[in-house]
């Protein structure tokens, strides 16, 4: 790919985050807020979540320290848990990157549970770690940790073999091959992978909460919804959208600002 | 792709299968049944599923689920995006909201499903469609835009007709996204899926795992989850061979 193809891309890209056009974009919002609005107001019951109604909970849901916490509680354990997976898997990822032995051991492991809905083993993890925070915890690093593994594993293996020629030459050690060369030319592949990772932690964190009935985000949907307080429930889906896209709108500015030389999209 | 041997191809995960399998094995002898059964056990467990026609029911009713869900997610995307590629005031009002959606956990919205359309069949439906429906949409509405404005002008310039312009240019540059976006929205999809059989109206193989889970019986529910992996596994290949099949296409527009 020729710099001069590459740039106007990566530009383009650039307005895809709210900027650019900013008018037509709140125009489209407002437009599907009144549609939603009257089409609900018409055809479903009056506890249903309505824009107005959701833009007039807000301030007393965040303002509630029962909100609050759930909300530190589910967004702290998502952080700490795709810490976890980015460790092992990274480390997993680079062994199965660059030695083919580990990488046959593990492949048929690795893309078996990459390729299996994620939620189906909590069950599982409530019977080995209760029905408590650690099995959310569990699930958590679970869905976020093969997506960054088979990622690294991919970008380990794309590393371009005259770096690692160089490096011989000089007599590298194996430690500075893998963590002074490797690691950073994979790190977009990471980058890549721990945006999937995230998404999926969420989900996980959030299933978890359902079925455990644990306090966070996710319950707090569950109780809000199950008493018919639609709109106050909605607001915590706003801000689990907001996290998304938070985390979402970090990778593309941190791909953009450290790796501007790389674009590649995800192994989902 | 370079060919190698069957040997080298299968005989090192097969190696590492039956290691686990060991390893399972010993493990689950030295711990209690209900917190790791042996693998035995659960190949015996998961023989009782297949002869006693369980399984086939549950995969069945998974299967239905998991595709009418996703048939309708992409009825609805693909035109939606195609729409979205052609009608740029359109696409730039809404796309910020799709890539809102696309990013944010569907999970949470199934409480509100549950609550608004209760139980049965539809409100699952929905759960699944919801899930992948904004991976098809938003990688076509990518792909559209990856179309280059040049390769529009020459078409105009040259009064090509809208036909035309749909199939000669538009078209091929989407599709190889649209792929990638089914491929994802299958993965999602499944997820939806199960999550809708553990929340919703239980069934399939999802009430498969639960029910032996409240029953503390762990092989029924390893059996379980090592169905669901082969049945994920299976469908992820078919989405990533339909994909690499027009991958090509995409080499265009590099």
Request: charge should be positive.
């Amino acid at each position: 790919m020729s710099d001069a193809v590459a740039l106007p891309a990566i530009r383009r890209r650039a307005w895809a985050i709210p900027g650019g056009n900013l008018g037509i974009k709140i125009a489209g919002g407002l437009v599907i807020a009144a549609v939603w609005q009257i089409l609900v107001g018409i055809f479903a019951p009056p506890y249903v979540a309505k824009p107005i109604g959701i833009v007039m909970a807000i301030p007393s849901v965040l303002s509630s320290p029962q909100f609050l916490a759930a909300a530190w509680s589910t967004l702290w354990a998502v952080a700490q848990g795709l810490v976890v997976a980015v460790v092992i898997g990274t480390v997993v990822g680079l062994a199965m990157g660059r030695m083919r032995t580990v990488d046959r051991a593990f492949a048929v492991y690795v893309n078996g549970l990459n390729a299996m809905p994620m939620v189906a083993v909590l069950p599982l993890l409530t019977l080995w770690f209760g029905y408590t925070g650690d099995a959310r915890m569990a699930t958590i690093v679970f869905a976020a940790f093969f997506a960054i593994a088979l990622n690294m594993a991919d970008g380990a293996r794309a590393v371009p073999p005259e770096y690692l020629e160089v490096a011989r030459s000089y007599r590298a050690n194996w430690l500075g091959i893998w963590f002074g060369i490797t690691v950073p030319a994979a790190l977009p592949y990471l980058l890549a992978g721990l945006r999937i990772a995230a998404g999926r932690a969420l989900i996980g964190a959030i299933v978890a909460e359902f079925y455990i009935s644990l306090d966070g985000l996710g319950f707090y949907i569950l109780f809000n919804s199950r008493s018919f307080h639609h709109d106050e429930a909605f607001v915590a889906v706003l801000l689990l959208a907001l996290f998304g896209l938070g985390i979402e709108a970090a990778m593309n500015w941190a791909m953009r600002r450290f790796l501007p030389w790389y674009r590649r999209e995800g192994r989902n | 792709m370079k060919r190698t041997s069957l040997w080298s191809d299968w005989l090192p995960p097969a190696i590492t299968l039956i290691a686990g399998a060991v390893l399972w094995q010993y493990a689950g002898s030295r711990t209690s049944a209900a917190f790791l059964s042996t693998f035995t056990a659960t190949m015996s467990r998961l023989w009782g599923m297949v002869a006693s026609g369980e399984l086939v029911d549950a995969l069945a009713q998974s299967l239905l689920l998991f595709v009418t869900g996703f048939a309708l997610a992409v009825a609805v995307a693909v035109p939606l995006g195609l729409l979205l590629a052609r009608v740029t005031v359109l696409r730039i009002a809404t796309e910020s909201y799709i890539m809102m959606f696309n990013s944010m956990p569907m999970a949470a919205l199934i409480p509100f499903i549950l609550s608004i359309m209760g139980f049965g069949f539809a409100p699952k439906v929905v759960v699944v469609f919801l899930f992948s429906v904004f991976a098809v949409l938003y990688n076509t509405m990518e792909g559209a835009r990856s179309v280059k404005p040049e390769l529009l002008e020459v078409a105009r310039s040259y009064r090509s007709s809208e036909w035309r312009l749909w199939r000669d240019v538009m078209l091929p540059f989407t599709l190889p996204f649209t792929l990638t976006g089914i491929r994802q929205g299958i993965g999602r999809g499944l997820v939806g899926m199960v999550a809708a059989e553990f929340f919703l109206s239980a069934s399939g193989i999802g009430k498969l795992i639960t029910v032996n889970e409240r029953d503390f019986d762990t092989a029924g529910v390893l059996a379980a989850i090592i169905v669901i992996t082969i049945f994920g596994t299976v469908l992820m290949s078919l989405g990533r061979a339909v994909e690499n099949r027009f991958a090509a296409w995409r080499g265009l527009s590099r």
